[in-house]
């Protein structure tokens, strides 16, 4: 369970303070599927970043499975990030050097676990995703579809508490773009929690709980608008 | 993390980047096989020095004419004795008993004729002692006359480039040729030998100490050369040798000693610091190695912003991060520099086979310290760009461009 209290955050722009996130309370249970729209800057990825322990808030309580993430040290943030936190960017954030296998196993690599183990891991959840078959490529050897599916691989391989996707259709043809949403979605229904931020408001319905969120204030609606 | 995947995740960096990996090399063990490679030349130079001296014998002192003393001020007016040191000087100081052999010396350069050739050549007056006081072995023939000191005798003998240029491939033992005014019979070849303390003994000529005085018309020794019974004793014949020259020269003892060890050592710090100062020359190579370490690391941190970006989005702390770029350059370090060892050695042996007579070898605290500067200034010069990256905003780098 997620739970954020109070939660501000202000960045200065040009010499002007602007509230990203004012006074957010939200809480997220395991399995929820959440889709957060609204307009540019209005604090759609300083809510995902927070959420996803990158950025600090200025004020309030933020609770990650009953743990208070204001105390942690930065090394145990990053451990929480590696162990119960999925990212999923709009434009993938393949390693271009790394083979779609070793994108994969990134996250293993970084808590200790041994080659050949990773190995077997990554493959296997590359083949969850059929991508069994890319293991060897590099990602300039691969569609975008291919890619994100790689990068949703690698997000779900430390089995995380919850996925954070920072548009992550954004990069994709429509089509290829369906296909990752309903990736995402059988994800979430076998019991990881999503939490989806998006421009587009034909995924932005397809979540049962609907955040809007303009100048850093959320409110949950039961249906979602356009914005620019 | 563990560690082997540090270094495989900066096996991945490499091979993606040959040609940067390459130069990176190259600038690293090019340094470390200078600094070896000098500081070879440098011990080989000392070693080459210290082998001159032995080659002289270790129980050696000689005695110079005069009294040269440093001193402060204007240098004295008569600077050279007035007293000559002569050959009846030497045979007084033979009662010496510490003394084990004697030879006293009168040099100079005579004409020396064979035929229609002449040519110029260091000329040595001795006794036998001589030869064995400066290890010179003849190729043929015998040695100086024993009565070398009191009488003279028309006999020479030649070093082996004067023996060469003069007779060429005949035989030259019996033959008569003259030294200035004098007829002489050769009746020794000295054995091929290289250099002696800067006298090239190829190219010289040995005669009797009498017939010398004659032939450059002086007494004056050039110096003396003496062995000594037993080690240690330096001190107690340069007392007797003091008190035996003063008795004879109305009261002054105006010689001067040189004890081959004095010189030795002297020699041997002199030459430690020159190889030192070589290999400190060459080590700003590999300072401005890791100056390239540090500009190429700085370099990378910036091309790869979404990549450290991502890899603390995705758990890597502070530390990994910092470790990664760290190890990265102490990989090129490490490889670096045996790249350069082994060139360096490849070369020292190169040049071994082509100068033979020249001792060659690195130093081990030479290859010790080159490989260590290497690696000390990889770690020092990454560790500033690697600390950027490590406190690199994942937001801010995973949205740059």
Same mark, same amino acid.
């Given at each position: 369970?997620?739970?954020?209290?109070?939660?501000?955050?202000?960045?200065?722009?040009?010499?002007?303070?602007?509230? =990203?996130?004012?006074?957010?309370? !939200?809480?997220? @249970?395991?399995?929820?599927?959440?889709?957060?729209?609204?307009?540019?800057?209005?604090?759609?990825?300083?809510?995902?970043?927070?959420?996803?322990?990158?950025?600090?808030? #200025?004020?309030?309580?933020?609770?990650?499975?009953?743990?208070?993430?204001?105390?942690?040290?930065?090394?145990?943030?990053?451990?929480?990030?590696?162990?119960?936190?999925?990212?999923?960017?709009?434009?993938?954030?393949?390693?271009?050097?790394?083979?779609?296998?070793?994108?994969?196993?990134?996250?293993?690599?970084?808590?200790?676990?041994?080659?050949?183990?990773?190995?077997?891991?990554?493959?296997?959840?590359?083949?969850?995703?059929?991508?069994?078959?890319?293991? +060897? @490529?590099?990602?300039?050897?691969?569609?975008?579809?291919?890619?994100?599916?790689?990068?949703?691989?690698?997000?779900?391989?430390?089995?995380?508490?919850?996925?954070?996707?920072?548009?992550?259709?954004?990069?994709?043809?429509?089509?290829?773009?369906?296909?990752?949403?309903?990736?995402? *979605?059988?994800?979430?229904?076998?019991?990881?929690?999503?939490?989806?931020?998006?421009?587009?408001?034909?995924?932005?319905?397809?979540?049962?709980?609907?955040?809007?969120?303009?100048?850093?204030? &959320?409110?949950?609606?039961?249906?979602?608008?356009?914005?620019? | 993390?563990?560690?082997? +995947?540090?270094?495989?995740?900066?096996?991945?960096?490499?091979?993606?980047?040959?040609?940067?990996?390459? /130069?990176?090399?190259?600038?690293?063990?090019?340094?470390?096989?200078?600094?070896?490679?000098?500081?070879?030349?440098? *011990?080989?130079?000392? @070693?080459?020095?210290?082998? *001159?001296?032995?080659?002289?014998?270790?129980?050696?002192?000689?005695?110079?004419?005069?009294?040269?003393?440093?001193?402060?001020?204007?240098?004295?007016?008569?600077?050279?004795?007035?007293?000559?040191?002569? &050959?009846?000087?030497?045979?007084?100081?033979?009662?010496?008993?510490?003394? #084990?052999?004697?030879?006293?010396? &009168?040099?100079?350069?005579? !004409?020396?004729?064979?035929?229609?050739?002449?040519?110029?050549?260091?000329?040595?007056?001795?006794?036998?002692?001589?030869?064995? /006081?400066?290890?010179?072995?003849?190729?043929?023939?015998?040695?100086?006359?024993?009565? =070398?000191?009191?009488?003279?005798?028309?006999?020479?003998?030649?070093?082996?480039?004067?023996?060469?240029? !003069?007779?060429?491939?005949?035989?030259?033992?019996?033959? %008569?040729?003259?030294v200035g005014d004098f007829r002489f019979r050769v009746i020794g070849v000295l054995e091929e030998r290289g250099e002696s303390l800067g006298l090239d003994l190829r190219d010289m000529a040995v005669i009797g100490v009498r017939s010398a005085e004659m032939v450059f018309d002086s007494p004056a020794l050039f110096r003396v050369i003496l062995k000594l019974k037993y080690a240690g004793s330096e001190h107690y014949t340069e007392q007797q040798v003091r008190s035996i020259i003063a008795s004879r020269h109305e009261g002054e003892d105006d010689v001067t000693f040189?004890?081959?060890?004095?010189?030795?050592?002297?020699? +041997?710090?002199?030459?430690?610091?020159?190889?030192?100062?070589?290999?400190?020359?060459?080590?700003?190579?590999?300072?401005?190695?890791?100056?390239?370490?540090?500009?190429?690391?700085?370099?990378?941190?910036?091309?790869?912003?979404?990549?450290?970006?991502?890899?603390?989005?995705?758990?890597?702390? =502070?530390?990994?991060?910092?470790?990664?770029?760290?190890? *990265?350059?102490?990989?090129?370090?490490?490889?670096?520099? =045996?790249?350069?060892?082994?060139?360096? &050695?490849?070369?020292?042996?190169?040049?071994?086979?082509? %100068?033979?007579?020249?001792?060659?070898?690195?130093?081990? %605290?030479?290859?010790?310290?080159?490989?260590?500067?290497?690696?000390?200034?990889?770690?020092?010069?990454?560790?500033?760009?690697?600390?950027?990256?490590?406190?690199?905003?994942p937001i801010i780098a995973l949205r740059s461009k």
């Amino acid at each position: 369970m997620i739970e954020l209290k109070g939660i501000e955050k202000v960045y200065t722009l040009g010499g002007r303070p602007l509230k =990203a996130l004012d006074s957010v309370n !939200l809480t997220i @249970h395991r399995g929820d599927y959440l889709s957060v729209m609204g307009p540019s800057g209005s604090g759609k990825s300083t809510l995902l970043n927070m959420i996803g322990l990158l950025d600090r808030p #200025d004020k309030g309580q933020l609770n990650i499975g009953g743990v208070a993430t204001e105390s942690l040290t930065e090394p145990e943030r990053a451990t929480i990030r590696r162990d119960k936190i999925g990212f999923i960017f709009q434009s993938f954030h393949l390693v271009p050097r790394l083979t779609a296998l070793e994108n994969v196993a990134l996250p293993l690599m970084l808590s200790g676990v041994p080659l050949k183990q990773r190995k077997e891991q990554a493959m296997a959840g590359l083949a969850q995703l059929d991508l069994d078959a890319r293991a +060897d @490529h590099l990602p300039k050897q691969l569609s975008g579809g291919q890619l994100q599916r790689v990068a949703i691989a690698r997000a779900l391989i430390m089995q995380p508490e919850i996925l954070l996707a920072d548009e992550p259709t954004g990069n994709l043809d429509s089509k290829t773009g369906l296909e990752v949403m309903d990736l995402l *979605e059988q994800v979430n229904q076998q019991g990881l929690t999503l939490l989806l931020v998006t421009h587009d408001l034909s995924l932005g319905k397809r979540a049962p709980r609907k955040l809007q969120i303009i100048d850093g204030k &959320i409110t949950e609606v039961n249906e979602h608008r356009a914005f620019n | 993390m563990r560690l082997i +995947d540090y270094f495989i995740y900066a096996l991945t960096v490499f091979v993606r980047h040959k040609m940067r990996t390459a /130069l990176l090399l190259l600038a690293l063990s090019m340094g470390v096989a200078s600094v070896i490679i000098l500081t070879t030349i440098g *011990e080989g130079a000392r @070693h080459f020095i210290h082998q *001159e001296f032995s080659a002289m014998g270790s129980d050696l002192l000689i005695i110079l004419p005069g009294k040269k003393e440093t001193q402060g001020g204007a240098p004295p007016i008569n600077g050279a004795s007035p007293r000559d040191l002569t &050959i009846d000087d030497v045979n007084a100081l033979k009662t010496i008993n510490s003394i #084990d052999q004697i030879a006293p010396i &009168i040099a100079g350069t005579a !004409l020396i004729r064979f035929g229609n050739k002449s040519r110029e050549v260091i000329t040595m007056g001795s006794t036998t002692p001589f030869f064995a /006081l400066r290890n010179m072995r003849l190729g043929e023939g015998r040695l100086l006359p024993d009565n =070398a000191d009191s009488h003279h005798s028309p006999v020479i003998i030649l070093g082996s480039k004067v023996k060469q240029e !003069l007779f060429g491939a005949e035989n030259a033992l019996g033959e %008569w040729l003259n030294v200035g005014d004098f007829r002489f019979r050769v009746i020794g070849v000295l054995e091929e030998r290289g250099e002696s303390l800067g006298l090239d003994l190829r190219d010289m000529a040995v005669i009797g100490v009498r017939s010398a005085e004659m032939v450059f018309d002086s007494p004056a020794l050039f110096r003396v050369i003496l062995k000594l019974k037993y080690a240690g004793s330096e001190h107690y014949t340069e007392q007797q040798v003091r008190s035996i020259i003063a008795s004879r020269h109305e009261g002054e003892d105006d010689v001067t000693f040189i004890s081959q060890d004095a010189m030795m050592s002297a020699f +041997d710090n002199v030459m430690l610091m020159v190889t030192m100062v070589l290999g400190a020359i060459a080590a700003i190579s590999l300072i401005v190695a890791g100056v390239l370490i540090m500009n190429v690391t700085y370099i990378s941190v910036a091309q790869r912003k979404h990549e450290i970006g991502l890899l603390k989005a995705i758990g890597a702390t =502070a530390k990994q991060v910092k470790t990664i770029f760290v190890i *990265e350059a102490l990989i090129l370090a490490i490889i670096g520099s =045996a790249f350069g060892l082994l060139g360096a &050695i490849a070369l020292i042996e190169l040049a071994t086979t082509i %100068w033979s007579n020249f001792y060659l070898a690195a130093p081990f %605290w030479a290859i010790f310290a080159a490989c260590s500067t290497a690696l000390v200034v990889s770690l020092l010069f990454s560790l500033v760009p690697a600390k950027k990256a490590a406190q690199l905003d994942p937001i801010i780098a995973l949205r740059s461009k």
